[in-house]
């Protein structure tokens, strides 16, 4: 897009187009850019748009806008935000062209560019991606200097140098040696202040309160996308376990988890308990951190007992959470290790069953008005059809159908008004939506819900060896039963199987899917074993695959680049082909229908116009001052006498239609001639794909002109 926008920006104003014929060129540009990229099956004989095209344009700018409203960045490259990036990329790249070369306004230019490069790193995690910035500081420099001498402060308009060319060469080795020790100066400072996120020189705030941290939603899906999936822990482990960072229990209007902040407070001695707990079974975990930058919040089982090691003594406790955090001013460096002791919750059937869930002050079964009442129906669908009759039962119910649905870190777009009832259409998402849309079921039917984060068990190296990746990145629901504790439930169908999914038998699972499938184990009360174990394709299995196909990315706003595996530069160019073509197919259809009805006046006139639509083309627009003789023979002096004639002849007419009562039957037909003659002379010397850009050109410089005369009338 950036590309394709600059290219026809260039273009324009090589042919000598005005700034307005330059703004249509790039609009007709973008048009067809994201028809082909974004809508290529609603393309009339797959190049011109359509209404359709114009339909899934605005709805899919309509789902960008929800995405904006309740995705916290970074964001998943979704079609709708792709889209209305592609467009914002487009309008500051015209927009930057033209502050340089038409406006001559390179201060403004370089703020505009900036936005391209400012956002991202104001909305992604922190990078080391900042030594980037060393090219566009270095061509901001370059622009800069070239305009060195002028007048570069206004929006329009430069004040020429001395020596005529609008630089002054003597600033010149001046301003290159202020660029260059900027540039090194600002690049080597940036890697020593402090950056978001990070701790300040000096803290005015004071000691304690509330710790400070990306949102753990955001974290896990950045996690899930990430490019480096090396280790970021290792664990010893008797059994594996859930590493939880923290508990998120408010669930916002923009359908998002949230917590009410974390507040970290000494421990000392044995970590105190959230609620009380009922049977457990205790786990030691051993962790040692490889990479997990900038980290306050400490990955550890459900629920802590003790903490001990080298790390641990910087451990805070939130009791509110269960989360472990650290002192202000601590992260988890690489090297760093320490133990935990935790009680894992691990009733029988028999006493969930008996136990009536609930929430004493109802805050964590409390739900925005905005939920779609879809949420409620289909939850209640779903205990019905199970016959759950308890809490317990009913959030089983819930799980296993949940876990029946297909795992993607890429969903399908869908076309509902809500993310939640998108998620529930396609029945395709990713942890943060099974495990957001299962704690939200739950609490429609006044069961208390929470989603936790953190991270799967990991890989089994060997032994008790566990390696945890950015891929392990998780979020699952945790259920509060009173007496028992925070129980957690597992409604994701991870494709790795690195989960532990609770049963009506077993709510401790010591092992995960993917290891009971390793070991031979099939247990029909474990929902999702069929995504790791390979099963006969039925009759029937066909049947239901041909009648409901699975989404694909082909789909009409779903972003797949080029529509059905098509070169979307080829689609593009084609489709610029395409609409010149269309648009002066249709002239000349009507023109030429018009000229067999017209009166010889209007046919006098508009052969008139035909030449004059040739010369803007050319970029020789007729003056105020000049008449029309004057400007028909200024066109033919570009070619000699043999244009003069016609030129003449045309002229001679076009007086009689503006001035004479009466006009001659011939004249018509003499004009229409004449007019042929002349055009043909103007266009001849030119190549063909200069004709083409004539004849494209000409119109629009033609109606732009007659809009400046219209509006200079009034």
Not at 64 to 81: H, K, M
Request: charged share 20%.
């Amino acid at each position: 897009a950036l590309l394709l926008a600059i290219g026809m920006s260039w273009g324009a104003r090589r042919l000598g187009a005005g700034p307005l014929t330059g703004l249509v060129a790039s609009a007709l540009g973008w048009v067809t850019f994201c028809s082909a990229a974004f809508f290529a099956d609603t393309l009339a004989f797959g190049l011109l748009p359509t209404p359709a095209t114009a339909d899934a344009a605005v709805a899919l700018w309509v789902r960008g806008l929800e995405l904006i409203q309740v995705r916290p960045a970074p964001a998943f490259a979704e079609a709708g935000l792709i889209f209305i990036t592609v467009t914002g990329v487009w309008a500051v790249v015209h927009a930057v062209e033209g502050l340089v070369f038409r406006l001559h306004a390179p201060v403004a230019a370089i703020a505009m560019a900036l936005v391209l490069w400012v956002v991202p790193l104001a909305l992604a995690p922190p990078t080391t991606a900042w030594p980037w910035a060393v090219p566009f500081l270095a061509a901001s420099a370059l622009l800069l200097l070239a305009f060195a001498g002028a007048d570069v402060s206004g929006w329009a308009g430069a004040r020429r140098a001395p020596d005529g060319r609008g630089v002054d060469a003597s600033l010149l080795p001046t301003g290159t040696v202020i660029a260059v020790v900027a540039i090194v100066a600002g690049t080597v400072l940036a890697g020593v202040l402090p950056g978001f996120g990070q701790n300040p020189w000096y803290e005015l705030r004071g000691l304690g309160g509330t710790t400070l941290t990306t949102n753990p939603i955001v974290d896990i899906r950045t996690r899930l996308v990430a490019r480096d999936n090396g280790p970021v822990m290792r664990v010893e482990a008797q059994r594996p376990v859930y590493l939880r960072t923290t508990s998120l229990d408010v669930y916002s209007e923009n359908e998002e988890w949230t917590n009410a902040g974390i507040t970290g407070g000494p421990i000392e001695g044995t970590v105190p308990f959230e609620v009380d707990l009922g049977p457990v079974e205790q786990v030691a975990v051993d962790v040692s951190v490889e990479n997990l930058p900038q980290a306050v919040l400490v990955p550890a089982p459900y629920q802590a007992l003790e903490v001990a090691g080298p790390a641990a003594d910087a451990f805070q406790y939130d009791r509110s959470t269960s989360t472990l955090t650290l002192d202000r001013g601590t992260t988890l460096e690489a090297g760093d290790s320490y133990r935990v002791v935790a009680a894992i919750p691990a009733p029988s059937p028999e006493q969930l069953d008996g136990v009536a869930s609930f929430a004493p002050d109802g805050a964590l079964t409390q739900l925005p008005g905005n939920v779609s009442p879809r949420v409620a129906q289909l939850a209640r669908d779903i205990v019905a059809r199970a016959g759950a009759d308890t809490p317990f039962r009913q959030a089983l119910a819930v799980q296993n159908e949940l876990r029946s649905w297909r795992y993607s870190t890429d969903p399908p777009q869908g076309h509902g008004s809500q993310a939640m009832d998108r998620f529930i259409d396609a029945k395709v998402g990713y942890c943060e939506q099974f495990a957001g849309t299962m704690a939200v079921m739950l609490r429609t039917l006044d069961i208390p819900a929470r989603v936790a984060v953190g991270y799967t068990p990991g890989e089994r190296i060997e032994g008790n060896q566990y390696v945890i990746t950015n891929g392990n990145a998780h979020a699952w629901v945790e259920v509060l039963f009173p007496g028992i504790g925070w129980v957690a439930f597992e409604p994701t169908p991870r494709e790795d199987g690195n989960v532990l999914v609770p049963t009506a038998a077993n709510l401790a699972p010591s092992q995960t899917l993917a290891q009971r499938v390793g070991d031979g184990v099939i247990d029909p009360e474990v929902p999702g074993l069929g995504d790791l174990v390979p099963t006969p394709r039925t009759d029937r299995d066909a049947a239901d695959a041909a009648i409901a196909p699975e989404p694909s990315q082909d789909e009409p706003g779903a972003g797949g680049a080029g529509g059905g595996g098509r070169d979307p530069l080829l689609v593009v160019l084609l489709g610029l082909v395409g609409v010149a073509v269309l648009a002066g197919g249709l002239v000349a259809v009507r023109s030429g229908a018009d000229r067999q009805t017209a009166a010889p006046r209007e046919r006098v006139l508009r052969s008139r116009r035909d030449v004059e639509r040739v010369g803007r083309g050319l970029g020789l627009s007729p003056t105020a001052w000049e008449t029309d003789l004057e400007y028909l023979q200024r066109l033919a002096h570009r070619h000699g006498d043999p244009a003069l004639a016609p030129a003449r002849t045309l002229a001679g007419h076009v007086a009689g239609a503006r001035y004479a009562s009466t006009l001659p039957a011939t004249a018509a037909t003499e004009s229409e001639a004449a007019a042929g003659a002349l055009r043909a002379r103007l266009l001849q010397p030119l190549s063909p794909w200069r004709r083409a850009v004539v004849r494209g050109r000409g119109p629009i410089a033609l109606a732009l002109g007659d809009l400046r005369r219209r509006l200079g009338r009034r």
